[in-house]
């Protein structure tokens, strides 16, 4: 057993049930439900032998092929979010992933375990309009606050539009 595994087989013993799937890949990984993710790393953060006290980053992720499955049906699992978190101490890492239906777009926030999730919530929100639910504050930081439309997703188009001022034949078309 690697290290990898060894990280895994410990994060399965603290966390049980609340894993759907773990890998030992470059970083381990382990794929929770939304409503789960707070729990979860809280439990990370608070247990003794994990001691992952560090939030490393926070993003939002679209995956609009998968929508539907073969057979046609509904997914719903667009949107998902990924958190990296690092024990300083055992330089360890661990990937969390949790996905959910472009339709209800929101997790818990992180921000009452780890401050610094405060403006990775808010870039998320901004480009992947995915809600935290019990964040201090959530509103655009980086995009206009008139903008209806989430640029990070890939449903968004290209270019813009609406723009008057392009001339198409200076783009050879």
Not at 59 to 74: K, L, S, T, W
Not at 128 to 145: C, Q, V
Request: hydrophobic letters at 40%.
């Amino acid at each position: 057993m690697n290290m990898d595994e060894a990280l895994l087989s410990e994060v399965r013993r603290v966390l049980g049930d609340r894993i759907l799937e773990g890998e030992a890949d470059d970083v381990p990984t382990i794929a929770v439900r939304a409503t789960d993710l707070y729990e979860t790393v809280a439990a990370l953060k608070e247990d003794r032998s994990l001691a992952f006290g560090i939030l490393t980053d926070l993003f939002g992720m679209h995956y609009p092929a998968e929508q539907a499955d073969p057979d046609g049906r509904e997914r719903g699992e667009e949107l998902g979010v990924q958190v990296l978190l690092h024990n300083m101490g055992m330089n360890k890492r661990l990937r969390i992933t949790c996905r959910f239906p472009v339709e209800s777009p929101e997790v818990a926030s992180l921000t009452p375990l780890f401050p610094a999730a405060n403006w990775l919530e808010r870039e998320t929100f901004d480009f992947y309009g995915i809600r935290f639910s019990g964040h201090p504050n959530l509103k655009r930081i980086l995009n206009i606050e008139t903008m209806t439309v989430f640029p990070m997703r890939k449903d968004f188009p290209l270019e813009d539009q609406t723009r008057e001022d392009k001339d198409d034949r200076m783009f050879g078309r």
